[in-house]
Every structure is written in C-alpha cells, then in structure tokens.
C-alpha cells in the first residue's frame, strides 16, 4: 500500500486563487516528486526535488523537500482553469527503486 | 523528442484471458517501471527493469502477471487467467540513467468483465 499521506484530498477554489497542498510520510525519502494528472493520461513530471530544505520554483508552481526528508509541499500560485486535475506526490526511499505515490490531490478551478 | 508509448490505450478482456500490454519507453532511458492505479488513487509500483535485467518484481501481486524486456528497450506486461480486480489503468515510466525523474506514458486502461 501507500505510504505517503497526501492532504486535501480534494480543493475547490476560484481562478487566481493561490494553492496548496502537501505530502507527509513516517519514512525518509531522498528524492520528492510533484506530478500532474489529466483525464485518460498519464502522470506529467512538474518538479524534482533532490536535497532536504530545497525550494525549487517552475513557473507559478513552487516546491519544497522538507527539512526531516519526511515531507514535502506543493503551492501554485494565481491559479488558472487549466490548472485543473489531479495532482500526486512521490517519493524516492533511500535504496529503493520505486516510488511510492501519494493517493492525489483533485484542484478543481471555477473561472 | 518522443515520449513513452504505450498500447493498447484500452483493452477490455472477459475473466480468464490472457492479456499482454506493450510499453515503449523514451530512447537511451536504461531503466523501466510499471505501475498500476486502481480508480481514485495514485500509482502502485509492480516491476522494474534496468536495461534488460528485472531488478525488483516485488509488486507483482500474483504469479499471474509477468513482465519482460528482453532486449532493454521495449517491455511487455503480461497477465494470464485475468480476473476482475485486474481492472486498473496500468502505466509505463522510463528513466535516464543518472537521474530519479521518471516519464510516465499515457496508460493502458485493462477492464475485466
């Protein structure tokens, strides 16, 4: 199963909203992940962070690796209707070959 | 550059065929995962192969699913005798070597009915 505990499960906001969301696990990663999914395809890489404490930014989309390397956050900032989707965190354990994913969290944008 | 292919992109097979479904992975990624995601929830790991060598199966969840690669570059996911809690979308994702960012393909969606 799981091991990653992906929070809200679920956000309703209005465009130009900011957004976020978040990723906690009681394991250590050494790798977090931020994907995207859409309807009918498969997950898109948005952001790869690699050190404990690392804030990465992609456009309106910010990340950080959290300071225990047992959390992680994903904000978007000014949100637009195509920003709707599903989004998944995941994580790399240390000696691991896969990634553990998070159970998503589902943006819905009302214009 | 071309991305992760995978097909069928839909398959619907009755209870007890066997079905086997082809990922593509992006050109030069030596490593290569499957998952599956039941509805409403994330991707669970099933295999991983580096080049052409299965490093990790520990996913699998039945001696009913068996997947190759054995030329390191295309791999096949098979499952024998499926049954209805096969139903899941089953995803491909390759990966540089040196990296832990992984590409996803678009899915093939499997219904056992």
């Known amino acids: 199963g799981q091991q990653l505990n992906q929070s809200p499960q679920s956000m309703f906001i209005q465009e130009g909203e900011d957004v976020s969301m978040n990723c906690t696990s009681s394991s250590i990663f050494n790798t977090w992940l931020w994907y995207k999914q859409d309807p009918g395809e498969g997950p898109v890489l948005l952001i790869a962070?690699?050190?404990?404490?690392e804030l990465t930014s992609n456009g309106r989309l910010t990340a950080q690796f959290g300071i225990t390397r047992k959390d992680s956050f994903l904000n978007i900032s000014a949100s637009i209707p195509s920003d709707v989707g599903i989004y998944f965190c995941a994580g790399q354990l240390q000696g691991g070959n896969d990634m553990r994913f998070g159970a998503g969290t589902r943006l819905t944008v009302k214009p | 550059g071309a991305g992760v292919s995978q097909s069928p992109r839909y398959k619907v097979a009755k209870r007890g065929q066997d079905v086997a479904l082809r990922c593509d992975p992006i050109s030069g990624h030596v490593s290569l995962f499957w998952y599956q995601q039941a509805l409403g929830q994330g991707p669970e790991f099933l295999t991983y192969?580096?080049?052409?060598?299965?490093?990790?199966k520990s996913g699998l969840p039945s001696d009913r699913f068996f997947a190759e690669r054995p030329e390191g570059s295309v791999s096949t996911l098979k499952i024998q005798r499926t049954q209805q809690e096969d139903s899941a979308v089953y995803l491909c994702?390759?990966?540089?070597?040196?990296?832990?960012?992984?590409?996803f393909g678009p899915g093939t969606r499997l219904t056992v009915t």
């Open positions: 192969f580096q080049n052409e060598a299965q490093l990790d």
């Open positions: 962070l690699y050190k404990a404490g």
């Open positions: 994702a390759s990966r540089a070597a040196g990296t832990y960012e992984q590409y």
